[in-house]
C-alpha cells in the first residue's frame, strides 16, 4: 500500500477557528480524497483533489466550509473552517494507488472542537 | 442514497470460528471491492480486495466471495481471533481513481 502521513493526529479546537489537516503521500498520485468518519459511522466523502484543479465537492460539503489544497502529486491539505461542535469527527485522507496497492488512508485527523 | 449495504451491523464470533460479514451493492458499473478493518483510534486498513473477473480471492484466513449477478459480496474470516476485533467496512468503486462507496460497517468481536 501507499504510505501517507497525515497530521495533525488529533486536535481540540475553539468553535470559530479554523484547522488546517495535511496528507503527504509516499508516491504521486492523481488523485486525493478527503473523507470524513463522525464518531461510530461510517466515512464520507468530502471532496476529491486533483493536481491542478478545482476540488470537487460531494453534496452537503462547500468549498467555503473546506477549502482544499492541491500543489502537487504527493500533498494536499484540508482546512475546516469555522468550526462548530458539530465538525467534531475524524478526517482522513486516501489515495488510490493503482491496482496492485489499491486505495489507502492516512491514519486520520480526530478533531472536537469546543 | 445508501448504494452499498453492509450486514450484520455488529458480530460476536467465538475464537476459531468463522466470520462472515456481507454487502449488497446497487450500481452495476462498480468494479472495485475493498474491505477495510479499522482499529480505534485509527484510519481504517486494507484488509483484501477483488475485482468482478473472479468469484473468489483468498489471501490467508480471509476471504472475499464475489457473486456478479446477485450484486453481493461477502468477507470470510477463518479461524477468527481476539485480535481480528476491529469494525470492518466493505467499499466499491468504478475502479481507476474514482472515489470509495463504503457499507454502513460491522462491529466484529471475537470471544475466547
Known amino acids: 500500500s501507499a504510505v501517507i502521513s497525515q497530521k495533525p493526529s488529533r486536535d481540540i479546537c475553539q468553535r470559530g477557528t479554523s484547522l488546517t489537516i495535511q496528507c503527504q503521500v509516499d508516491?504521486?498520485?492523481?488523485?486525493m480524497f478527503w473523507y470524513r468518519q463522525q464518531p461510530g459511522q461510517s466515512l464520507t466523502l468530502i471532496a476529491t483533489?486533483?493536481?491542478?484543479?478545482?476540488?470537487?465537492?460531494e453534496s452537503g460539503f462547500v468549498i467555503d466550509k473546506f477549502p482544499i489544497s492541491r500543489p502537487n502529486l504527493t500533498f494536499s491539505t484540508l482546512t475546516v473552517s469555522n468550526m462548530s461542535p458539530e465538525d467534531s469527527s475524524i478526517y482522513l485522507c486516501?489515495?488510490?494507488?493503482?491496482?496492485?496497492?489499491?486505495?489507502?488512508f492516512g491514519s486520520g485527523t480526530r478533531l472536537t472542537v469546543v | 442514497q445508501q448504494q452499498v449495504k453492509q450486514s450484520p451491523q455488529s458480530l460476536i464470533v467465538q475464537k476459531g470460528g468463522i466470520s462472515i460479514i456481507n454487502c449488497a451493492y446497487e450500481n452495476t458499473a462498480f468494479d472495485y471491492f475493498p474491505w477495510y478493518q479499522q482499529f480505534p483510534g485509527k484510519g481504517p486498513a486494507l484488509l483484501i480486495a477483488i475485482r468482478p473477473d473472479v468469484s473468489e480471492k483468498k489471501e490467508g484466513r480471509f476471504t472475499i466471495s464475489f457473486n456478479k449477478s446477485a450484486k453481493q459480496f461477502s468477507l470470510h474470516i477463518m479461524d477468527s481471533q481476539p485480535g481480528d476485533s476491529a469494525t470492518y467496512f466493505c467499499a466499491a468503486s468504478k475502479g481507476g481513481n474514482e472515489k470509495l462507496t463504503f457499507g454502513t460497517g460491522t462491529r466484529l468481536t471475537i470471544i475466547p
Open positions: 508516491s504521486q498520485v492523481t488523485m
Open positions: 483533489a486533483n493536481q491542478g484543479s478545482e476540488a470537487t465537492y
Open positions: 486516501s489515495v488510490d494507488a493503482g491496482r496492485v496497492r489499491g486505495y489507502t
